[in-house]
């Protein structure tokens, strides 16, 4: 059997798969659900304790306490300033290192090398439990992008591409060769907002969503689900391509036939053909 999970939550319907990928096979998990941040209805009866996020003796100590081995980041955490953290004393001494200035890669590599290193866990991706639940390769429903949305995507990736060392975010909205927003700590939803007000006339654009280059994927892999769907029919794209293998899709199914019902594309692609010379973007 496998070793037992703990699962640190964060926000969104992430924690839940987890949760109830592991009861589908057997597998023991414990959950560390973060005050202020995941979801009670998400957590539900799984075996948890809800911990301040500045707690870093008290989850540590509870994981420890359930056998935990393997530790999963699984959700959005949103990044508090250091009066509400209020850390202890664990908490303080690694933010002492300096992470709290640190980019989101930055911060969230630091945070797994503690755990593994310092800590003693092993820390894996939410898809070494959720495998079929990455991206494949290719148009994922019945639109496929035509030679206009192909051109903006190329685009798209060539600008994440170019803009992932500084760790600003993942995704970039593209239309008619113009970036209408790339994405910062608004996330990808506050992306697409912002980004309905700003469309041009004519054709929509594209949402391009991939992994920083060197991002700590296994902390913050890029996912997308029927709420991206959503807003991007909102803010009148004509569709969304992520990196394949290397994104989570939820709900598949809900989000395929979202985005078939609304005439929009999902596509799922390798960066590297969109970069001259084969430069990987993630």
């Not at 949760?19 to 009866?45: H, K, L, M, N, Y």
């Not at 992306?191 to 700590?216: A, F, I, M, N, W």
């Amino acid at each position: 059997m496998a070793p037992k999970l703990g699962i640190l939550a964060g926000g969104g319907p992430l924690p839940g798969l987890l949760i109830e990928a592991c009861g589908a096979t057997g597998r023991p998990v414990f959950v560390i659900a973060f005050e202020g941040q995941a979801d009670p209805d998400v957590i539900g009866s799984a075996p948890h304790a809800w911990v301040r996020l500045g707690a870093a003796d008290d989850a540590l100590g509870r994981l420890r306490a359930e056998n935990v081995e393997e530790i999963v980041m699984a959700g959005p955490v949103r990044r508090p300033t250091l009066k509400e953290l209020r850390p202890d004393r664990r908490a303080a001494r690694f933010l002492a290192r300096g992470l709290l200035n640190k980019g989101d890669n930055g911060l969230l590599g630091a945070i797994v090398r503690t755990l593994e290193e310092d800590e003693g866990f092993r820390v894996v991706g939410a898809d070494s439990v959720l495998q079929e639940m990455r991206a494949a390769e290719g148009t994922l429903g019945k639109v496929a992008p035509d030679p206009d949305d192909e051109v903006d995507i190329a685009y798209g990736v060539r600008v994440l591409d170019a803009t992932g060392h500084l760790d600003i975010g993942q995704a970039v909205v593209v239309q008619q060769g113009i970036v209408l927003g790339l994405e910062a700590a608004e996330g990808t939803r506050g992306l697409l907002e912002r980004c309905g007000t700003l469309r041009r006339e004519g054709r929509g654009g594209v949402l391009v969503k991939l992994p920083k280059p060197g991002q700590e994927i296994r902390a913050d892999m890029p996912t997308i689900g029927p709420d991206t769907v959503a807003d991007a029919v909102a803010a009148g794209l004509a569709g969304i391509a992520v990196g394949a293998g290397n994104t989570l899709v939820l709900d598949q199914a809900g989000l395929v036939a979202a985005a078939d019902a609304a005439g929009i594309f999902i596509v799922g692609i390798r960066p590297r053909d969109y970069l001259e010379g084969g430069a990987a973007a993630g």
